[in-house]
């Protein structure tokens, strides 16, 4: 893939590119996405997707809208899983992306600074759900993470960083990442990869 050469020139990550990662792809339906996410906090991969696939499933054709969301009573998201703390971020979400006329084309026309600086005032959605949202659901290529915890673990092995000082880290990281864009996000997508089988 195109991005393969310029991120080899940082002789550290060249190594961890083998193989090919999942495509960026553009979802539709963004708002819904946001939910996703929140529904997906601190829970693993395979819990977070049996979740999200029950909540689709409250929705005719699995295609829930904003309104229908607002809709919902409280007590059938609990009853899917939902904990009553992230059914109060879905609503938020649902209420905010209602009253703001969030649509996929308003967010695709906007930067990733914009979405994160727009998305960040919902309460429950902070800067690194707004990141995996422009990855995983805008299919944003030059997105970096810098307070994943994956990352910050592949990174701290890969650049031999220390990560006893947080905020030394980040800068670190940060400064390292800088050389990779426009393609932050596939160096991410790789080095979350490599972490897996590596550490």
């Known amino acids: 893939m195109s991005y393969k050469k310029h991120l080899q020139k940082d002789k550290r990550l060249a190594p961890i590119l083998k193989g090919e990662t ?10 819904i996405r ?33 309104q229908k969301v607002l809709d919902t009573p409280e007590e059938t998201l609990r009853a899917i ?21 969030i649509t996929d084309k308003k967010l695709q026309q906007l930067s990733n600074e914009k979405i994160i600086e727009l998305l960040t005032q919902i309460k429950g959605v902070g800067k690194w759900t707004v990141e995996m949202l422009l990855m995983f659901s805008l299919g944003r290529e030059d997105v970096f993470a810098v307070d994943d915890l994956g990352i910050q673990q592949a990174m701290t092995k890969c650049y031999n960083l220390d990560p006893t000082n947080k905020k030394e880290l ?6 390292i990442a800088e050389a990779w864009s426009p393609y932050k996000t596939y160096a991410c997508l790789h080095l979350w990869r490599w972490k897996d089988e590596k550490l």
């Open 22 to 31: 999942d495509l960026l792809v553009l979802q539709k339906n963004i708002p």
């Open 34 to 66: 946001l939910m996703a996410s929140i529904i997906s906090q601190q829970l693993s991969t395979k819990v977070a997707a049996i979740i999200f696939e029950r909540f689709l499933s409250l929705y005719p054709a699995k295609k829930p809208t904003i």
């Open 81 to 101: 899983g939902i904990s009553y703390a992230k059914i109060n971020y879905i609503y938020a979400v649902a209420k905010f992306c209602f009253e703001h006329t």
């Open 170 to 175: 980040k800068a670190n990281m940060l400064a």
